[in-house]
């Protein structure tokens, strides 16, 4: 459930009229709605206690919406970050996250950010090679300290959903395979510069089937079965993100009920703490893109085409991924047209969708692309030289610009000349 909804004919999120937002702060921009971030994670924390599971770790996925606006909300509730950089531990760090709640994943962290992490002393790094496990040992040690960190396994599994975002299986850049894991599980344990506390894994993003995720949920059971009997000391299995989630008239979701039963089945009597990576489940439907209409233009051959003033630099899902957004009038008319809906961006790629059928619009118009509060402004570029996207976050029926557009002037000052110029 999201709070988006049509109220007197006209699509608010809480309780602002969205046109009252695209009117003040201008379009293209992206709405969030606080009492959704707030729900999503909720229901999800709920399910998971429901279930039978001690004090769970819900790292928010950062990448998916890093606003600090929103991840203060989400931090306020208890949540976690999962990050991928050292810019994303600074946002979690600004916003409230604490370090013992802070899980950094990726497969290519340099020294740097290791010895940020390592200073900042994150719950885990999660090392997703032996090169990376040898250069955090050698890090911490020139430090003089000692890192927590997890090794992530690649379960060697098919996660279903699109190739470009799918990350279990052996040939995915991600993680070790089992028995590199417990091999290094178990040289990390002798290491001075690392603390080897737990296992992790992630297979992949926008998972409509519970069954591929509870077979590498088994395969990571058993694998922290097998390192406590050789004696080793496992404190968390973190089992990352991934849950999908209803995108209209696309494959629904187990919902995280579901998630969580089969969570407390696979998980029952293995004594570790449990941790999350949720990026999409929490934030997706707690956000839309608002464009304007900027003309139709009707070929006399019969393609309508809807140009926005948003475009693929905006809100990259589509052309990156083929993604389904549910595009929604602000005031839907009566009628139904079929459109192209196109941004400005000089390429065919940016093609938001072909042959919708949508109420009839005119120039001026509002839209809606729904659930795009995930991985819409975290991707959004200044290609084509536009400014970068605003942010806009509601609480009630107030609303306050968490992330401004920036001016001109603001993106030439970035750049400067060459001394020779
Ligand atoms: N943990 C790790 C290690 C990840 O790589 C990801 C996502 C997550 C957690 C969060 O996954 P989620 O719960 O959001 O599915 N840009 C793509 C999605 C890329 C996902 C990358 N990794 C999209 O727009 O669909």
Redesign the pocket.
């Known amino acids: 459930m999201n709070h988006f909804e049509l109220r007197e004919g006209e699509l608010a999120c809480e309780g602002v009229p969205l046109s009252r937002i695209a009117e003040a702060v201008g379009t293209p921009v992206y709405v969030y709605s606080s009492a959704t971030l707030e729900r999503h994670f909720t229901v999800l924390r709920d399910a998971l206690v429901g279930a039978g599971l001690k004090d769970p770790l819900i790292a928010f ?1 950062v ?2 919406n890093s606003n600090l606006a929103v991840l203060r909300t989400l931090a306020n509730l208890g949540a976690g970050a ?1 990050v991928v950089s050292e810019g994303e531990v600074r946002r979690a760090l600004a916003a409230g996250v604490p370090p013992e709640r802070i899980v950094f ?1 990726g497969v290519g962290k340099t020294e740097a950010e290791i010895a940020f992490a390592v200073e900042t002393g994150v719950a885990e790094i999660n090392v997703e090679s032996e090169p990376e496990l040898h250069l955090v040992n050698r890090v911490a040690q020139q430090m003089g300290r000692r890192a927590t960190v997890a090794i992530r396994v690649n379960p060697d599994v098919a996660a279903g959903g699109h190739a470009k ?1 799918a ?1 279990g299986k052996a040939d995915n850049k991600f993680g070790v395979s089992f028995s590199e894991a417990e091999r290094l599980y178990a040289n990390a344990s002798n290491m001075a510069g690392v603390r080897p506390a737990g296992v992790a894994c ?1 297979i992949g ?2 998972i409509t089937d519970l069954a591929p995720m509870e077979a590498a949920f088994t395969k990571m059971r058993g694998l922290v079965e097998r390192l406590k009997a050789e004696g080793l000391s496992v404190e968390r299995l973190d089992l ?4 999908g989630v209803p995108y209209f008239n696309q494959p629904t979701p187990p919902d995280p009920e579901a998630y969580a039963a089969m969570i407390g089945r696979v998980t029952k009597g293995l004594d570790v703490q449990l941790a999350f ?5 929490i934030a997706a439907n707690a956000g839309v893109l608002i464009a304007r209409v900027n003309h139709v233009h009707e070929r006399p051959e019969g393609r309508n085409f809807l140009v926005l003033d948003a475009a693929m630099n905006d809100l990259l ?1 589509p052309a990156m ?1 083929d ?1 389904y957004h549910d595009i929604r009038p602000l005031k839907p008319r009566y009628g139904a047209v079929t459109y192209d809906v196109v941004g400005p961006v000089c390429e065919t790629g940016d093609t938001f969708t072909r042959d919708r059928v949508l109420p009839p619009l005119e120039a001026g118009d509002l839209i809606a692309f729904m659930s795009a509060g ?2 819409g402004a975290t ?1 959004a570029s200044e290609y084509n030289s536009r400014l970068l996207v605003p942010e806009v976050l509601v609480k009630g029926d107030q609303f306050a610009v968490v992330r401004p557009r920036p001016t001109y002037e603001d993106m030439l000052a970035r750049e400067a000349a060459a001394p020779w110029l």
């Not at 990352?240 to 849950?243: E, H, P």
């Not at 990576?277 to 489940?281: A, F, Y």
């Open positions: 996925a990448k998916a999962d994943s975002i990350t992630h993003s926008q990352g993100g991934g849950l990576e949720p990026g999409r489940m899902r991924y993604a995930a991985y991707m």
